[in-house]
């Protein structure tokens, strides 16, 4: 297991989002809500193009503290959502999500977490707690 200590910068992982696997998540969750597939709709209601799921989004921050910490280690995980996943047709997004340890006592650590697409941050407030 990595040992971790306060100030540590955590090395980022990108996830790749793409419209296939936009269909996949909505296929999984039971969210069929047109802004995630259909780029005209998305367009109608304001939005650039299509967008992915927040908790698709999360998730994938979510994955990563679990393969830093082991997936049986992550005792909270918590993110607001602050900007949209854009997902043009035919491109492969990069979702990157990278960590610092702000904290470490008591057998757990605290994570703040980053994620980032296209250099605009897209969780806020994003943190969990990892058992040690």
């Known amino acids: 297991m990595t040992k971790f200590e306060a100030g540590q910068e955590l090395a980022p992982k990108t996830f790749t989002i793409n419209r296939k696997l936009l269909i996949a998540y909505a296929s999984a969750s039971g ?12 367009k109608s209601v304001g939005l650039p193009d299509v967008i992915a799921h927040g908790m698709l989004t999360m998730a994938l921050a979510g994955k990563y503290l ?42 757990t650590a605290k994570i703040e977490l980053l994620a980032m697409c296209n250099d605009i941050k897209v969780l806020g407030m994003a943190k969990g707690l990892i058992k040690l």
């Open 31 to 42: 969210d069929q809500n047109p802004i995630h597939q259909d780029e005209t709709f998305a």
């Open 66 to 107: 679990s393969d830093i910490a082991g997936s049986q280690s992550v005792i909270e995980f918590s993110a607001k959502f602050i900007k949209p996943v854009v997902v043009p047709a035919e491109t492969d997004v990069s979702l990157i999500v990278s960590g610092k340890v702000t904290e470490v006592s008591n057998g």
